[in-house]
């Protein structure tokens, strides 16, 4: 009978919290027929951004993001033109071993690189998944991205509260000794000398 009562009881909880719902706005989305809209500092895909005038690459070949890279999942190759200046070859990213992380463009200072909001990229063959040069730059150029300005370091000097550089007028004064640490509870008059009187029967007083 009790059991009967609780199955009953939980019926109407489960029906009392699926009518609640009955009239709120549905959460689902219906992929692929609608599509959601991430959010602007989630990380997707990785993607190289280029001039809006020019159309070129802003990468400047610094290779900051590749070392940020904890997967090495970013290659790139580089030629040297006469004057030592780097000249990029190919920008190789391998999106089977990115994890995601955010880290290379965290590193690039040149609003080179982003982790667009774009999300709709599988495929049951894994090389699809290396992208080079012109597959970054071309899924990148819709991508709207501002580096955001870095603080200088006098600007962070000036933000850091002052701190009172104060020298302790005196010493503190309960100085454990050797004894007290041992046996914090008992003044250090009480305790006596290990003897080997007292080591056999260390409990016994005076
Ligand atoms: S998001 Fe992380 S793992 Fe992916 S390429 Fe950038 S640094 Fe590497
Ligand atoms: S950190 Fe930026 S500028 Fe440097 S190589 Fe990577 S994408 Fe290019």
Same mark, same amino acid.
């Given at each position: 009978?009790?059991? #009967?009562?609780?199955?009953?009881? =939980?019926?109407?909880?489960?029906?009392?919290?699926?009518?609640?719902? #009955?009239?709120?706005h549905?959460?689902?989305?219906?992929? $692929?027929?609608?599509?959601?809209?991430?959010?602007?500092?989630?990380?997707?895909?990785?993607?190289?951004?280029?001039?809006?005038?020019?159309?070129?690459?802003?990468? @400047?070949?610094?290779?900051?993001?590749?070392?940020?890279c904890?997967?090495?999942?970013?290659?790139?190759?580089?030629?040297?033109?006469? /004057?030592?200046?780097?000249?990029? /070859?190919?920008?190789?990213?391998?999106?089977?071993?990115?994890?995601?992380?955010? #880290?290379?463009?965290?590193?690039?200072?040149f +609003? &080179?690189?982003?982790?667009?909001?774009?999300?709709?990229?599988?495929?049951? =063959?894994k090389?699809?998944?290396?992208w080079?040069?012109?597959?970054?730059?071309?899924?990148g150029?819709?991508?709207?991205?501002? /580096?955001?300005?870095?603080?200088?370091?006098? +600007?962070?000097? &000036? +933000?850091?509260?002052?701190?009172?550089?104060?020298?302790?007028?005196? $010493?503190?004064?309960? @100085?454990? @000794?050797?004894?007290?640490?041992v046996?914090?509870?008992?003044?250090?008059?009480? #305790?006596?000398?290990?003897?080997?009187?007292?080591?056999?029967? $260390?409990?016994?007083?005076?």
């Amino acid at each position: 009978m009790k059991k #009967l009562l609780s199955a009953i009881k =939980n019926l109407v909880v489960g029906l009392f919290t699926t009518g609640k719902h #009955l009239g709120r706005h549905a959460v689902t989305v219906q992929y $692929p027929t609608e599509k959601w809209t991430m959010p602007e500092r989630s990380r997707g895909i990785v993607v190289l951004l280029s001039d809006k005038e020019t159309g070129e690459l802003n990468c @400047t070949v610094c290779m900051l993001c590749m070392r940020a890279c904890p997967t090495a999942a970013i290659d790139i190759q580089y030629d040297k033109d006469e /004057k030592g200046k780097r000249i990029l /070859k190919d920008f190789v990213v391998d999106h089977g071993l990115c994890c995601f992380c955010g #880290l290379c463009e965290e590193a690039c200072n040149f +609003a &080179a690189l982003k982790m667009a909001t774009k999300y709709e990229f599988s495929t049951l =063959n894994k090389e699809d998944l290396v992208w080079h040069t012109d597959k970054l730059q071309e899924v990148g150029r819709d991508v709207p991205y501002e /580096k955001p300005e870095r603080k200088k370091p006098e +600007a962070k000097a &000036a +933000a850091k509260p002052a701190v009172k550089a104060e020298a302790p007028t005196e $010493p503190p004064k309960d @100085t454990a @000794t050797a004894e007290t640490a041992v046996n914090p509870g008992k003044p250090s008059e009480e #305790l006596k000398p290990l003897t080997e009187e007292n080591k056999e029967n $260390p409990g016994e007083g005076n």
